[in-house]
């Protein structure tokens, strides 16, 4: 055991700080007379958690409180008294914990009489159902329990999240995009939080390492008006507390199934994956993973590990007529999560944590096409997200204050396309018709993430009096490597003769044709080569300090004020400093109106940090050719850019093809013996960083509740929230066209490209010889029709009230929670990449949200008819979301049979797309339609075999998702480019269904636990 102990010693010193300072928890326990509901002052109050061994006891200030600090979130806790010579002795039991909290237990003692003697054991409330009489933070939580007995496909908590108030399913803006929108905003802004420490991927957004539900022990949302402890997002939290050991072995072994469309429901859409991929035919999913937990050393030393370990096997279809190919491909998606946590007690007021997370996942593409495809296995590819987390934190508690120090180290690769033939050119192989028959080889394109991420953070919480003070101060640091680009292999577009293609079908090689296969002789169309297959990018600083202040005015009135200041040196951009003005006042209260009930609200403003994204497309899309630099200086001249704009600050040496003409097969010239292209090739669109800076968004936020503790199990609260939103990110083109608007729809006067293109600034010439801009009288060829910086001008209004019913089964045969949300959400840009539908005119773009829900129904049940069957059912109802009328196909001026969607004449009009630059149907504003309600009923069964004396248990489950199997056509977490919410024509002229919600799914399970 000695041995034991000089390992575990080790371990945590190597990880550390020398100095001796694992998330704060603080539990505060109200004592009062249960008579006169009076405070009771000097009373001894304990506290023990027989799981890891701690007994504590305070007594009671003069407000009849006691506040427990720095405790572990492990094992679950009980508060008591004593029998005294007035009161009787009372004990709540079954507290559990969340990190970064402050939970709050009333204890009501009854006097002592002649008949009354023994002492009196109250049971405590599930903390879900317990008013929170501290604060005004807007939150709602998930035990393990709970994400235990709710439906959830293959255990992923993002999928249970939807299932609390003011959270919703996201339409996002590409295939991965998360999944969860907080208050209805873009689920790219969310925060991502382990044990209160950071786990985003940095780049775009969403969770770093995705936690299983075996990892989990709460998960919890903080959707408005949260501590200044918390920052890096105007949307909302989610905080995730990881599982921990105690003297008690606990463990678990499980296997999940999903057998697929063999029993599934029929649909005509595709489904998607985990990933949000869509998949179709052959689909299934086989799970299974371990959780074990318990004491190396009693009362000081514990583990907990768990893995966990999914295969999605899928079909695509690869056909090729033209070659006589129609194959079957199949692939296997594989999701691979690795957990393991320490948790040390060195003394009595000193202990600390050490966690590991490690994730492997592959998303493969391998080849062909959910209906039919013509991209070849040689082309296939694989999607990464790989991530490792290994964090300490370490928590001391002394006479009148705690310390918490935390370090966290994590990588990330996000490797898009892993290339099965990385070393391989692209190639587009063409009939003699110009039919494309073909992709082999490399799939065209590099998207290779690499992050960094070191985070340190030191907090303090004192207590003077009837003061909490919190403060402490951190930073997160992100080092950004960024492969992208075109194929640095080249790419290469061929045409086959009618001899040659005969000659090719003859082999009858296949699944099996690779680019070796393809003549050696055959004519090459087109041919282009990454000119900078090298890696770019820097290094993102978030630094934070925050001071809080919670003042017990009364024994039923907290005040809490704060203030918190953040800098993102990513706000520099292109200017010569960053946005160093970022402080946040915050302030609420919590009255106590009597025992069972109380009012909170507050007012905060909330600062979000700058996605990478934002400054990697301004370097990735980028030259610094001196045609590029000519165009920018004479925008500049022409007041379209700052008068003091440094054209050498907001460009880069970025991506950028190059090609050539008379190529053979296979024997392009290279990207160094092109690289003469860069300075004067002409481009449709680049990017600069902005000028200016970019200005962190940020919101002010007021709410006003009402919390009614109906009775030891069942809670009632209501919330008033109003949001406004400033700086929000969207897409300005600095050599943008004129506004064109378009309004009348029975007389539609298209303007031409041509047209377009003569009222930019630097006005684009296009003539036999190509794109061009005239400057000074001077013919520049390397000049973009588009100029595009990324600014932060957009703005938000969220409204909503929200309804909520909670009561935990305990001892009856029943439990439920039940919410409705009233919202609007309107805004004029909805992501990083969002532009204005006509020229830059954003004033014509505030509209309700892509995510915007006007009513959300949720309600989930649970019967126990006997102890070891369980009946779960889990509905949710929304109205629809809204549908952006776009412009169809109008008869391109001159010509016959030539149509476009293009009105404006700006390039930039596609229908498939649901950023702001489709141009809109004639007299339509933006999402100025509905989709039909959204309307879900999951169910959920479990049977349970204990053995012995019901230590270990055998449990049996059956889930079916959508059991109505109702073909929803909104509400569910989308993709944009293949969403419903885009369709032609104006309002109420009907809806082509491009996809729907999954139709009914069976998931069973299989899980021994001790």
Same mark, same amino acid.
């Given at each position: 055991m000695k041995k034991v102990s000089s390992l575990i010693a080790f371990l945590f010193l190597f990880f550390i700080p020398l100095h001796r300072a694992a998330a704060q928890v603080d539990l505060v326990v109200s004592v009062l007379d249960n008579s006169t509901r009076k405070p009771v002052a000097g009373l001894p109050v304990h506290l023990d958690n027989a799981a890891v061994g701690l007994s504590a006891e305070l007594t009671t200030d003069a407000q009849g409180k006691v506040r427990f600090r720095g405790l572990s979130t492990a094992g679950s806790y009980a508060v008591s008294t004593t029998v005294s010579d007035?009161?009787?002795?009372?004990?709540?039991?079954?507290?559990?914990?969340?990190?970064?909290?402050? #939970?709050?237990? =009333?204890?009501?003692? #009854?006097?002592?009489?002649?008949?009354?003697?023994?002492?009196? %054991?109250?049971?405590?409330?599930?903390?879900?159902?317990?008013?929170? =009489?501290?604060? /005004?933070?807007?939150?709602?939580e998930l035990s393990a329990r709970e994400l235990r007995e709710i439906p959830i496909e293959a255990r992923d908590i993002t999928r249970a999240l939807y299932r609390l108030p003011n959270v919703t399913l996201a339409t996002g803006f590409f295939t991965e995009a998360p999944n969860v929108s907080i208050n209805g905003a873009n689920g790219l802004y969310t925060n991502y939080l382990i044990d209160g420490l950071? @786990?985003?991927?940095?780049?775009?957004?969403?969770?770093?390492?995705?936690?299983?539900?075996?990892?989990?022990?709460?998960?919890?949302?903080?959707?408005?008006?949260?501590?200044?402890?918390?920052?890096?997002?105007?949307?909302?939290?989610? &905080?995730?507390?990881?599982?921990?050991?105690?003297?008690?072995?606990? /463990?678990?072994?499980?296997?999940?199934?999903? *057998?697929? *469309?063999?029993?599934d429901g029929k649909t005509d859409f595709a489904q998607r994956d985990l990933s949000g991929n869509q998949v179709k035919s052959g689909f299934q999913r086989q799970q299974f993973g371990f959780g074990v937990g318990g004491a190396l050393v009693k009362d000081k030393t514990f583990f907990y590990l768990n893995a966990?370990? %999914?295969?999605?096997?899928?079909?695509?279809?690869?056909?090729? *007529?033209?070659?006589?190919? &129609?194959?079957?491909?199949?692939?296997? !998606?594989?999701?691979?999560?690795?957990?393991?946590?320490?948790?040390?007690?060195?003394?009595?007021?000193?202990?600390?944590?050490?966690?590991?997370?490690?994730?492997?996942?592959?998303? +493969?593409?391998?080849?062909?096409?959910?209906?039919?495809?013509?991209?070849? #296995?040689?082309?296939?590819?694989?999607?990464?997200?790989?991530?490792? +987390?290994?964090?300490?934190? @370490?928590?001391?508690?002394?006479? @009148?204050? =705690?310390?918490?120090?935390?370090?966290?180290?994590?990588?990330?690769?996000? @490797?898009?396309?892993?290339?099965?033939?990385?070393?391989?050119?692209?190639?587009?192989?063409?009939?003699? =018709?110009?039919?494309?028959?073909?992709?082999?080889?490399?799939?065209?394109?590099?998207?290779?993430?690499?992050?960094?991420?070191?985070?340190?953070?030191?907090?303090?919480?004192?207590?003077?009096?009837?003061?909490?003070?919190?403060?402490?101060?951190?930073?997160?640091?992100?080092?950004?490597?960024?492969?992208?680009?075109?194929?640095?292999?080249?790419?290469?577009?061929?045409?086959?003769?009618? *001899?040659?293609?005969? /000659?090719?079908?003859?082999r009858n090689l296949g699944a099996d044709l690779s680019i070796n296969d393809i003549p050696s002789t055959a004519a090459v169309d087109y041919y282009s080569v990454e000119l900078r297959p090298a890696s770019f990018g820097t290094t993102q600083n978030l630094y934070n300090v925050y001071v809080e202040d919670l003042v017990a005015v009364t024994d039923r009135l907290n005040v809490t004020l704060g203030l918190r200041y953040d800098y993102d040196n990513l706000s520099k951009g292109g200017a010569a400093t960053g946005d160093r003005n970022n402080i946040a006042p915050r302030a609420n209260f919590n009255l106590q109106l009597t025992d069972r009930s109380s009012l909170r609200g507050g007012y905060g403003l909330f600062y979000d940090k700058i996605l990478y994204t934002v400054y990697s497309d301004a370097l990735g899309a980028n030259t610094n050719s001196a045609d590029y630099k000519t165009q920018l200086r004479q925008l500049i001249k022409v007041g379209a850019l700052p008068a003091g704009t440094d054209v050498d600050r907001i460009t880069f040496d970025g991506n950028q093809g190059a090609s050539a003409s008379g190529v053979a097969y296979l024997n392009g010239p290279s990207a160094a013996s092109l690289q003469g292209q860069r300075a004067t090739v002409f481009g449709g669109e680049r990017r600069i960083l902005n000028p200016e800076g970019y200005q962190n968004p940020y919101s002010h936020q007021a709410t006003l509740g009402y919390q009614y503790q109906v009775n030891p199990k069942t809670r009632f609260y209501v919330d008033l929230m109003y949001n406004r939103s400033f700086d929000l990110f969207r897409l300005r083109n600095v050599n943008g066209v004129s506004e064109y608007p378009v309004t009348n729809p029975n007389n539609v006067v298209i303007r031409t490209p041509t047209q377009a293109d003569a009222t930019r600034p630097v006005p684009i010439v296009t003539d036999a010889t190509g794109s061009y801009a005239l400057i000074d009288g001077q013919r520049v060829n390397g000049v973009a029709r588009s100029v595009v910086e990324t600014e932060s001008k957009g703005r938000s209004r969220y409204m909503a009230a929200s309804f909520n019913l909670q009561k935990d089964a305990a001892e009856d045969q029943f439990g439920y929670r039940v919410s409705y949300t009233l919202s609007n959400l309107k805004n004029d840009t909805e992501d990083v990449n969002f532009r204005a539908a006509d020229g830059n005119n954003y004033g014509a773009e505030f509209a309700n949200s892509i995510n915007d829900r006007t009513h959300v129904i949720n309600a989930i049940g649970s019967y126990y008819p006997v102890n070891s069957l369980r009946f779960t059912l889990a509905a949710l109802l929304q109205s629809g979301q809204p549908i952006n009328r776009v412009a169809g196909g109008y008869l391109?001026?001159?010509?016959? !049979?030539?149509?476009?969607?293009?009105?404006?004449?700006?390039?930039?009009?596609?229908?498939?797309?649901?950023?702001?630059?489709?141009?809109?149907? #004639?007299? +339509?504003?933006?999402?100025?339609?509905?989709?039909?309600?959204?309307?879900?009923?999951?169910?959920?069964?479990?049977?349970t075999l204990h053995f012995g004396e019901k230590t270990s248990r055998l449990e049996l489950t059956a889930d079916v998702f959508n059991v109505l199997n109702t073909q929803n056509l909104s509400g569910y977490a989308n993709n944009a480019t293949q969403s419903n919410q885009i369709q032609a024509g104006p309002a109420g002229s009907g809806i082509i269904r491009r996809n729907a919600s999954a139709p009914r799914q069976f998931q069973f399970g299989l899980r021994y636990a001790l």
């Open positions: 007035k009161y009787q002795a009372v004990r709540e039991a079954g507290l559990t914990l969340r990190a970064n909290s402050s #939970p709050s237990v =009333t204890l009501n003692l #009854p006097l002592l009489s002649n008949q009354t003697l023994e002492g009196v %054991t109250v049971r405590a409330p599930n903390n879900a159902t317990t008013i929170n =009489t501290q604060n /005004a933070e807007v939150s709602s950071d @786990n985003n991927e940095n780049f775009l957004g969403g969770s770093r390492f995705a936690i299983p539900v075996g990892f989990a022990q709460n998960v919890s949302v903080l959707t408005n008006n949260f501590s200044t402890e918390f920052g890096n997002s105007a949307n909302g939290i989610v &905080n995730v507390t990881t599982k921990s050991g105690s003297n008690d072995l606990t /463990a678990e072994v499980f296997y999940l199934t999903r *057998p697929g *469309p063999g029993i966990e370990q %999914t295969f999605d096997l899928k079909d695509n279809v690869l056909t090729s *007529p033209t070659l006589g190919v &129609n194959a079957t491909v199949r692939g296997r !998606n594989q999701f691979t999560y690795l957990s393991g946590k320490l948790d040390q007690r060195w003394t009595e007021r000193f202990r600390s944590s050490l966690r590991a997370n490690v994730g492997i996942v592959n998303i +493969e593409r391998q080849g062909g096409g959910l209906d039919g495809g013509i991209a070849f #296995p040689s082309s296939g590819n694989k999607q990464d997200r790989n991530s490792i +987390e290994i964090a300490t934190q @370490n928590v001391y508690v002394g006479r @009148n204050f =705690t310390s918490e120090t935390d370090v966290q180290y994590a990588r990330f690769r996000w @490797n898009y396309a892993r290339a099965q033939n990385p070393n391989s050119p692209d190639v587009t192989v063409n009939d003699p =018709t110009g039919t494309t028959l073909a992709y082999l080889g490399h799939p065209g394109y590099l998207f290779d993430s690499h992050q960094s991420t070191w985070q340190a953070q030191q907090k303090f919480t004192l207590l003077k009096g009837r003061n909490t003070f919190k403060g402490g101060f951190g930073i997160i640091s992100t080092e950004h490597l960024l492969f992208g680009g075109g194929n640095p292999n080249g790419s290469y577009t061929v045409h086959l003769t009618q *001899p040659q293609l005969d /000659a090719l079908r003859a391109v001026p001159g010509t016959t !049979n030539v149509f476009t969607n293009d009105l404006n004449g700006d390039g930039s009009s596609f229908s498939t797309a649901y950023l702001g630059n489709a141009d809109r149907y #004639p007299g +339509e504003g933006r999402n100025s339609d509905r989709l039909p309600w959204s309307k879900t009923v999951d169910v959920g069964a479990q049977y």
